[in-house]
């Protein structure tokens, strides 16, 4: 897990989960190269907490783009 003002690189082809597992909010910058992840946020939006994610249209987008959806954004592994 990370602390304030640390980095992580994920390698492509790499499987991976991303959340926040505390009840304190979280900002982070992510910097992805090639760009296509870019459309995926672009198209899909940030999520809102009070809105369900339209997880269709992520798969979709994720399977033109060469991602893969491994599971739910609320199946965020324990501490």
Do not use: C, W
Not at 35 to 41: E, K, P
Not at 58 to 65: M, P, V
């Amino acid at each position: 897990m990370l602390k304030a003002g640390e980095t992580f690189l994920i390698p492509p082809g790499t499987a991976h989960v991303i959340g926040v597992l505390s009840d304190k909010p979280a900002r982070g910058l992510m910097v992805a190269s090639p760009s296509a992840f870019a459309r995926l946020i672009a198209e899909v939006g940030t999520q809102n907490e009070n809105e369900i994610p339209d997880m269709e249209l992520a798969q979709r987008i994720s399977a033109e783009i060469g991602d893969e959806i491994l599971g739910s954004p609320d199946n965020l592994p324990s501490k």
